[in-house]
């Protein structure tokens, strides 16, 4: 039987609580791409497109897949070869930023605009996932899926107020 989306949401919000992301850090990630563009920028909104985003079906798939892969590879549970790929997070592999690319491609070409600079500069909580240390945890796909998820809410709020314009669009 197919789960209810409310089922999927809540299983997705689990998931990365457990892993020790808030969704107000996902919000400070797109109140800071966000706020040059919009004057009256409020982290109440970037927290309300934030959970707005992760109503959606597919990016509750893509959250739970991938948190699931790095539990995992923590846990040692996967095959070789795959296994030492994800837990080693070899920058070769690619697979981590294809999954995040289906949850920035709901919102379209701003979102893969957003996406490649947090990927690049990894600001805030992408950083600190992406520094643990060996042996401290594994986050070969959190690192991205949370830059996706914000890149895709910087994405809501820009087609929400085309005329202020927006990354990507200027
Ligand atoms: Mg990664």
């Known amino acids: 039987m197919v789960k209810p989306s409310s089922e999927l949401e809540q299983a997705a919000l689990a998931r990365l609580k457990e892993r020790n992301v808030t969704i107000e850090e996902i ?3 797109v109140y800071d791409l966000q706020t ?5 920028l409020t982290m ?3 927290l309300h497109n934030v959970e707005a985003v992760i109503r959606k079906r597919e990016i ?3 959250i739970l897949t991938g948190i699931e892969l790095d539990v995992l590879a923590e846990e040692g549970k996967l095959a070789s070869p795959l296994q030492e790929i994800i837990a080693n997070d070899e920058g070769l592999f690619g697979i981590d930023e294809v999954l995040a690319l289906a949850i ?3 919102y379209g070409s701003i979102g893969l605009t957003n996406f490649g600079y947090l990927d690049k500069l990894k600001p805030k909580v992408i950083n600190r996932l992406d520094s643990v240390k060996e042996g ?3 986050n ?4 991205d899926i949370v830059g996706a998820i914000a ?3 910087a994405s809501r709020i820009a087609h929400a107020n085309p005329e202020e314009g927006s990354a990507g669009i200027n």
Do not use: H, R, S, W
């Open 27 to 29: 919000a400070e990630l």
């Open 36 to 40: 040059p563009y919009l004057e009256d």
């Open 44 to 46: 109440e909104y970037c």
């Open 60 to 62: 509750q798939n893509a």
């Open 104 to 106: 920035v491609n709901v």
């Open 136 to 138: 401290e945890g594994i």
């Open 140 to 143: 070969t796909f959190l690192d």
């Open 151 to 153: 890149a895709a809410a």
